[in-house]
């Protein structure tokens, strides 16, 4: 009996070797597997970890673009908003600068019909001396000219203005003191004859002839007929501003003359009249 159990107990213990065996083969296997399964996915999370790194930088650079962008976008908005304001602030100058011409047109053509008044209130006292050729009447725009030849206001080499001159201007002054928009310039004019005689040493040239004939004129203007003195001046310009050739003798009488020029009044007399 005894040896029998032992026989059992020794076919058993071999069994039982057999089957553990097997078993621990199976083991190691999978784990090779196991092994060469956790390698591949190491391999694959490194290449994975690269990408995701690749990726993050590029990530990086395209926010730095779009921050550099939006930096651009922000500086050109800024620049908008200032060409804005420009384009706004030269409408506005613009708008105020065609007010102030259209002002200024109405000015001068108020100022141009004016002065038609005065052309043919001179024109209408002055028509015999125009007729006679001894007085010549213009007007060009705003501008207006009388021109009186020597013969008509003082003898020959002389500054004094005769009794009949002193007649005329009294005439023409009559008309001038009603103008107060503009200026009244009275211009002496000489031929090229230079002074010679005992009147070199009252005029040494045509400058200082010229200067006094306008001179004495403006005087008489101001003093006896009463034209405001605040729009008259005085001006002499010897030979140097002539009419016509000094070759004959009746273009030199031409060139010597008087003449009294209306112009228009200083800007800022003009932009005190716009305010």
Request: glycine share 6%; aromatic share 4%; with cysteine.
């Amino acid at each position: 009996m005894g040896l029998f159990l032992l026989a059992i107990f020794m076919m058993l213990s071999l069994v039982g070797c057999g089957v553990s065996k097997k078993i621990h083969t199976v083991t190691v296997q999978e784990l090779e597997s196991t092994k060469s399964e956790l390698a591949t996915t190491h391999s694959q999370n490194e290449v994975l970890d690269k990408e995701v790194q690749e990726l993050k930088g590029r990530l990086d650079e395209l926010e730095s673009l779009v921050a550099a962008r939006n930096t651009e976008l922000e500086a050109l908005r800024q620049q908008n908003l200032e060409l804005m304001n420009i384009r706004d602030n030269q409408a506005a100058e613009i708008e105020e600068f065609q007010a102030s011409t259209g002002r200024l047109t109405e000015i001068k053509n108020k100022e141009i019909e004016r002065l038609k008044g005065t052309y043919d209130s001179l024109v209408q006292e002055l028509q015999e001396e125009i007729k006679k050729g001894e007085i010549k009447v213009t007007q060009v725009l705003d501008r207006l000219s009388v021109n009186m030849v020597e013969q008509i206001l003082f003898d020959s080499g002389s500054a004094d203005i005769k009794p009949e001159g002193l007649k005329v201007l009294e005439r023409v002054g009559g008309i001038l003191k009603k103008v107060t928009d503009k200026q009244i310039r009275v211009e002496g004019h000489t031929d090229n004859v230079p002074i010679g005689g005992r009147l070199i040493d009252k005029f040494p040239t045509n400058w200082e002839l010229s200067v006094a004939r306008a001179t004495n004129v403006v005087k008489f203007l101001s003093e006896k007929v009463g034209v405001d003195p605040r729009f008259l001046s005085a001006a002499g310009y010897s030979m140097y501003r002539p009419v016509a050739s000094n070759d004959t003798k009746e273009s030199r009488a031409q060139n010597r003359r008087i003449e009294i020029t209306l112009l228009p009044l200083n800007l800022d007399r003009v932009l005190k009249d716009l305010r």
